[in-house]
């Protein structure tokens, strides 16, 4: 099956010390495919070089067959993303946010018109088309924020922690959303989670990195066949340990660099 994403020995330094050392995973084209690991494990460093906001020191990444180094606009064009904070601008509405992405990404008027009343519908958020961001609940402000992330039909959609913080009915609803689109329209997902009960039951296969190296890939009961365990979550601390691990960066920061790097792009 053809790959949306290639990675081959891929390796991120910033000075002495080495944040990714020689990773390699795919993931097929329209599969829904979970990046696990620890906080610093250098799972935020991978995601930010698939998604143009880092250079790789050394290896190669493919993202739906473009290399990100050599046209990282046109593999900006390509995927869409949700990172961990939220995004939106709050003093516009629901309808403004979309429109604000579709311009920025050069959808054309009657195009984006038709693109936001479908992904409204999508998200049922259309009878809240016209109110403001910020009388948003967590999970209407979510269920917005995959519906940017689609605006300009992505192959790939990338989500980044999406149901941090959400009860677990929005979560729920949330995830029949993503694999409602996997299936219907084929996009490809690749997501990062805490709660393992998640990747357990939407992913197909999972990938865990820890201290910079893919210790582990294969489906959940592929894992907990490995290990021995009964759950994902003991399977995961099985592979990393249970030490405690600091925090990494703002996603926020993220996605104010990802959104000023494709203004720059569009020329």
Do not use: C
């Not at 980044?160 to 995830?175: A, I, S, V």
């Not at 694999?179 to 009960?197: I, P, S």
């Not at 894992?223 to 030490?243: M, N, P, V």
Request: net charge negative; charged share 25%.
């Amino acid at each position: 099956m053809e790959a949306a994403i290639k990675v081959e020995h891929l390796t991120k330094t910033f000075g002495e010390f080495t944040a990714v050392k020689d990773v390699s995973f795919s993931v097929a084209a329209g599969e829904i495919f979970a990046f696990l690991g620890p906080n610093g494990a250098g799972k935020s460093t991978t995601i930010k070089m698939l998604t143009t906001l880092l250079h790789a020191s050394s290896g190669s990444i493919t993202v739906n067959g473009i290399n990100p180094s050599a046209d990282a606009d046109a593999v900006r064009r390509s995927f869409g993303i949700v990172f961990q904070d939220p995004s939106l601008d709050e003093d516009l509405t629901a309808w403004e946010n979309l429109e604000f992405h579709g311009v920025l990404y050069g959808v054309s008027k009657k195009v984006r018109a038709q693109r936001i009343g479908e992904l409204l519908n999508l998200v049922e958020l259309s009878e809240r088309k016209n109110d403001f961001v910020r009388d948003f609940s967590g999970g209407m402000k979510r269920r917005l924020e995959i519906a940017r992330g689609l605006l300009h039909h992505p192959r790939i959609l990338f989500l980044d922690e999406p149901t941090l913080g959400l009860d677990p009915q929005t979560r729920n609803h949330l995830w029949s959303y993503v694999q409602k689109l996997n299936r219907d329209e084929g996009v490809t997902v690749f997501f990062t989670t805490h709660y393992m009960e998640e990747a357990d039951r939407i992913a197909q296969r999972i990938a865990i990195i820890d201290h910079g190296t893919i210790i582990a890939q294969g489906s959940g009961d592929e894992l907990k066949q490995q290990t021995g365990a009964q759950t994902l979550e003991a399977a995961f601390l099985s592979l990393t340990g249970s030490e405690i691990r600091e925090e990494a960066g703002s996603s926020l920061d993220h996605m104010r660099q990802f959104r000023a790097m494709r203004s720059g792009g569009r020329r």
